[in-house]
């Protein structure tokens, strides 16, 4: 009987003593900001006057940030994940084809993309043959946005629509109309893989050569 029960008060203090270190070392849940709910930037309404009014501008919480909490706080922002390494500095400057056409227009490209990052401002789009590289490029454009210490979100279109969907279930993490106000309030939202979620889209992209079809996989959108 002695043995038993030395056995079971060993079990219990095995299942119970990790949780209680654990949630004795889990870090205290920062506050959020009263004034943007996390989202980190707000939008200008009470002024119609205002050079700003109706545009997303960085929240005060934000602002008084210091710079590598802010670096790693836009990082988990973006949604990039592994691709934070997907930087201009790691990108092959002319692409991986062997064609000299090729490799110039993927080198205008790059040029494009680092122009738009270091002042984001209407639209970009780049479009290429699968395995060119836009995944890269459109990363790249996020990563140097937040080096520049401002947001930028970035999605491929199938995991959006896939986030959107769930979205709507009532345990959802991140409720629709929250996950929906974050989109349309990004300042800058790229979007890859732009017609992956449809296949039947991919016969109006059909182009009469040896390419096959041509993928949107980067759109950019600065509001």
């Known amino acids: 009987m002695d043995r038993l029960e030395t056995l079971f008060r060993a079990q219990q203090a095995a299942i119970t003593g990790p949780s209680r270190r654990s949630s004795a070392a889990t870090e205290p849940v920062a506050p959020v900001c009263e004034w943007c709910q996390g989202a980190r930037f707000v939008r200008v309404t009470s002024d119609p006057d205002h050079p700003d009014f109706g545009r997303a501008v960085p929240c005060r919480c934000a602002i008084e940030e210091d710079t590598r909490v802010r670096h790693e706080r836009?990082?988990?922002y973006s949604r990039?994940?592994?691709?934070e390494r997907f930087t201009f500095g790691t990108?092959?400057?002319?692409?991986?084809s062997t064609q000299p056409v090729a490799q110039q227009r993927y080198a205008l490209?790059?040029?494009?993309?680092?122009?738009?990052?270091?002042?984001p401002s209407g639209w970009l789009v780049l479009t290429g043959v699968p395995g060119a590289g836009k995944t890269h490029i459109a990363a790249a454009i996020v990563n140097r946005v937040i080096e520049r210490g401002e947001p930028a979100l970035f999605f491929t279109v199938a995991d959006l629509l896939d986030q959107l969907r769930a979205s709507y279930d009532e345990d959802a993490e991140v409720p629709y109309e929250r996950l929906l106000d974050q989109i349309r309030s990004a300042p800058l939202l790229v979007l890859d893989d732009l017609d992956s979620y449809s296949d039947t889209d991919r016969k109006s992209?059909?182009?009469n050569s040896s390419h096959g079809y041509i993928s949107y996989a980067v759109f950019c959108l600065k509001k």
């Not at 990039?80 to 691709?83: F, P």
């Open 74 to 76: 836009l990082l988990r």
């Open 91 to 96: 990108l092959l400057p002319r692409g991986r």
């Open 80 to 83: 990039l994940g592994a691709l």
């Open 205 to 207: 992209t059909r182009l």
């Open 109 to 119: 490209a790059v040029a494009a993309a680092k122009r738009f990052a270091e002042g």
